[in-house]
């Protein structure tokens, strides 16, 4: 694959402002710190900026500020971050696979492939499913009976869609990630065990959305799970049966939605940030790393719970042991208040 | 497949007392706002009972409270949640296999599969296995040799069972679950570095298991982990070497139970609740949320650790660090006490 | 396989000392408490000395103290529990398979394998990898291109490794684990969406790497994410982006690391124990079940946070609320005592 570009192909791209010499050949991306000949390099934090006189990037995208002090090749763009983001897809290391169906994939008769897709070794789809223009099946990922994916959808290797399953166009789905399971609907037998709810609904996603590696999204109980467009999902993510979540919110490694919660647009959960079932969650907000929310949140901003303070571990029983003690504390510390 | 009955066949299976017309054809269940044309829906939560009137439901499911003021199709039980639970399973999106064995499945020749079992492309079943009536198992999932699944077990795709591990009858496995693999076992080499220990031992796993997506069970370092009839277990769950899982229990998605641990039985552990290593839980007992139990338990009732209330990030961070100075507040409001 | 060894053969090669009958047969280990004939057992702490007098096993492993007041086989050694660890391999119940290939294998043409691996049905390998000596990939699993595998390492079945991986030697990999997907990298793109930032670094694997079901190590995005040699992870961990793990450190069931953070040698992280991102953690650290470790830790010890005491959740509700008013509180105390 070409991985070579000169640099003035890239300014035109990122429509940056070029100064240098734009006939440089740019082959690869790097930090300033490891960047060396035939390298990218960009400054998106100012607080590296001390790196910027002895890098060896060949080029380096960057604010105007730091161009002002800067006499090598370089890229001004207002968002230097963002520029380098986008241009990253210039230097991909996945292989791009061609449009081919492995003699080894086990398609039913009644699946709707369009032509231009990839469909590796092993990989097994049901019948009714519908793979769109583009998309890409990496080996033994299995689709389910009446399954969709739009457009230029990539799905990894060992990845498991359950049936009547919807993707939007240019989802990305990790290894080993499962979509369409069952949401874990019981109730009580009423004889100390459990009655199975068969779990009726599907799961739809949106465009641009992204799920990492190991993630697993429920499908409903009645009616569908719902992810919104450009949500992007770490590895290890939870999403139970009938949640919603809203349009380009971020979820960490670890983070969970329970069973039927809405959440917002533009929010952000932290590692392993939590949310109950049946609660709300409006748009723009932040759940720092381990918070579990408990109820509904109306106002945007960030949320936080059970974080404190770490210390040396001996120090930590000593003053959690007093946790234990606060209320008696507080009705104590009242009371001295009281005497006075 | 058929999905279409009358209300009558519905009430005779559920044995519901039918008010209104049994001869109306039932295709479909659904929410109470959400149901429509040959839909059955159930009131379960009284607090829903305002969505009543305003029904679209062809019939519902409802107690004979309810009932009294529903002039409707209906069906009154006195648990409409379990007899939803009970008539879900007529009306699942799941596709049911027909008996076959896929031709790119790789079956040892010493393994023993009963005739009316559906086994999926590219499965493998290892030697010695043994795959009882009825069982199912799906795209690309790993059967070891001496592995044993009991009737009507059904396996999703890409499920990994390893050597010598023993499912009762009717125990469904998502995708991406793993059991078997080796418990994290290993003893320090006095180098600095780790001896590790193999994991002798397999997993036996009792009747009516339900285990979730991308949920790993150990074997056992030395004799087997146990899990018992009837347990629920929600995606992302951990079971480390040899812990013993009682009847009944349910464990939410991310609780974990380490090392030889004992849970009792009809325990629930909600999500994220953890179980530290070598301790028992008695029967009865729930752990909320995020809990990480740390020592024995030995009188039902509900048990919570760590989960402090959500506030606002900046409020947060100015109690939490008072927490570091929780020993020393109460050392000097012990002080101020005697003082007076 | 051969699993029966003179107790001679067994003193002889873990260089104990032999008191008893070294002509008896061991086929097999077990706790003190479930040995039986053949079997031979440890005793590693010494609260289990009692167990030893009513013990049934043909021998045991003590160490020299335990050994006086014993008259049963035994083998002396000052690390009784190393012993048992060492010998465990000679009895472990996983079947060793022979070099061969899979005929269902896809292994592409310039794939370099070496000729004593074992490559189980339906596993795919991709353009430009390469299989050392002594390797074993079970069933369904997927080597990405360029990929290479030490001699000896062990892949279970279902594994995902993406392209541009590297893994040392010894490095054993349980099902449902993901090794190089991409990070979680994304740009704001400045309309309240995300740019997705490709990973264009791999991953580094030492030797002697044990990687747990279910585990996720994601590729860099520029610059390799570093496994030491000697790591050993438990199932469902996450390791982000450019993370370094340093030698001989241990992670038990879901700790993790975000992006860029640099964990030292020797470290322990209990379970659920998490590294926020861009941090660095020196050597010989511990850090107790569910911490967040939120900043640098530059010396050894143990830390924690988060953990709070396990009690009845109506004592903790009264409790946790209070955490609301600690900063009120502790100014309240602060006037109380400036009162006097």
Request: glycine letters at 12%; hydrophobic letters at 40%.
């Amino acid at each position: 694959m070409k991985r070579d570009y000169s640099l003035a192909e890239i300014a035109a791209f990122l429509e940056a402002e070029l100064h240098g010499d734009g006939s440089v050949r740019i082959s690869g991306l790097n930090t300033l710190q490891n960047a060396g000949a035939g390298e990218l390099a960009f400054l998106a934090n100012p607080k590296y900026s001390s790196q910027l006189p002895d890098s060896r990037a060949e080029a380096v995208i960057l604010g105007s500020e730091q161009a002002k002090s800067f006499s090598g090749n370089c890229l001004i763009l207002d968002n230097p971050y963002l520029g380098y983001a986008k241009i990253s897809a210039w230097f991909t290391t996945a292989s791009c696979q061609g449009a081919s169906i492995h003699a080894s994939a086990v398609i039913h008769a009644s699946a709707m492939i369009k032509d231009d897709v990839y469909i590796g070794p092993h990989v097994v789809i049901d019948a009714g499913a519908k793979i769109e223009s583009g998309c890409s099946i990496e080996a033994n990922s299995f689709i389910g009976g009446g399954s969709v994916l739009g457009e230029n959808c990539q799905i990894a290797s060992n990845v498991s869609i359950y049936h009547d399953v919807v993707l939007g166009s240019r989802v990305r789905v990790h290894s080993g990630a499962v979509i369409g399971a069952d949401g874990f609907g019981f109730a009580p037998n009423g004889e100390g065990g459990w009655q199975k709810i068969h779990q009726i609904g599907g799961v739809r996603i949106g465009d641009d959305v992204e799920i990492g590696a190991c993630t697993a999204i429920d499908r409903g109980a009645l009616g569908d799970t719902l992810i919104g467009n450009g949500v992007i999902m770490d590895n290890h993510v939870q999403i139970a049966h009938n949640a919603v979540v809203g349009d380009n919110t971020a979820m960490a490694a670890y983070s969970g939605v329970a069973g039927s919660a809405v959440i917002g647009r533009n929010c952000v959960l932290g590692g392993d940030a939590c949310v109950v079932g049946h609660i709300t969650i409006c748009d723009n907000v932040m759940l720092t790393a381990k918070t579990l929310a408990t109820k509904n949140i109306t106002q945007p901003g960030s949320y936080s719970s059970i974080v404190t303070p770490m210390m040396k571990t001996a120090d930590w029983r000593k003053n959690s042991v007093r946790i234990g003690q606060l209320d008696d504390m507080a009705k104590r510390l009242k009371r001295v208040e009281g005497d006075k």
